[in-house]
T-cell receptor
Framework: ETGVTQTPRHLVMGMTNKKSLKCEQH?????MYWYKQSAKKPLELMFV???????ENNSVPSRFSPECPNSSHLFLHLHTLQPEDSALYLC??????????????FGAGSRLTVL | GEDVEQSLFLSVREGDSSVINCTYT??????LYWYKQEPGAGLQLLTY?????DMKQDQRLTVLLNKKDKHLSLRIADTQTGDSAIYFC????????????FGQGTELSVKP
């Protein structure tokens, strides 16, 4: 399978639940990203990993916990979320972020609804 | 401003040209991008322009860059109903590890 794959595509959870979003890429990229997309707002960069090391945490609340076990996989662990966290969570990958044009390849996203 | 800014909506008739505008924040950005998002999908790169260029053309797409005003535009010639989507402008922050900062997207609606 090629490209960036995100699972699940849709997730509904209560505020006390613990769930995880998964992202996988088979493009040979070494940088992976989590973005949050809310309606009519700019895409918000949440986390950046370069060669499995976290290089960016954009003041994201601790109820979001990323994990990058290797360059091909990225997780976003969710715990005690709030209704305002409902959004589309997009994963992306690229060659190392500080190299060249840094073209991102995005997954289709995980639509999260927090009740 | 601190945000990449785009207008939220644009409506055109099929066959007309569409122009989507963007104002970015960092005059030292070396690359600027246009991404397209169709319903139910992630963002897909349409084109990007290097900052030492002021125009780039790729088939029906023309990108214009005005560095002095930090203004980027995307022109789509002969717009088709299949061009209906959300278009995102993005800039590369070179002094922060090359991360991409996006606008809020412009929803293009093409009417037959």
């Amino acid at each position: 399978e090629t490209g960036v794959t995100q699972t699940p595509r849709h997730l509904v959870m209560g505020m006390t639940n613990k769930k995880s979003l998964k992202c996988e890429q088979h493009l040979g990229h070494n940088a992976m990203y989590w973005y949050k997309q809310s309606a009519k707002k700019p895409l918000e960069l949440m986390f950046v990993y370069n060669f499995k090391e976290q290089t960016e945490n954009n003041s994201v609340p601790s109820r979001f916990s990323p994990e990058c076990p290797n360059s091909s996989h990225l997780f976003l662990h969710l715990h005690t979320l709030q209704p305002e966290d409902s959004a589309l969570y997009l994963c992306a990958s690229s060659q190392p972020a500080d190299v060249g044009a840094n073209v991102l390849t995005f997954g289709a996203g995980s639509r999260l609804t927090v009740l | 401003g601190e945000d990449v800014e785009q207008s939220l909506f644009l409506s055109v008739r099929e066959g007309d040209s569409s122009v989507i505008n963007c104002t970015y924040t960092d005059s030292s950005s070396t690359y600027l991008y246009w991404y397209k998002q169709e319903p139910g999908a992630g963002l897909q790169l349409l084109t990007y322009i290097f900052s030492n260029m002021d125009m780039k053309q790729d088939q029906r797409l023309t990108v214009l860059l005005n560095k002095k005003d930090k203004h980027l535009s995307l022109r789509i010639a002969d717009t088709q109903t299949g061009d209906s989507a959300i278009y995102f402008c993005a800039e590369r922050w070179d002094n922060q590890g090359g991360k991409l900062i996006f606008g809020q997207g412009t929803e293009l609606s093409v009417k037959p």
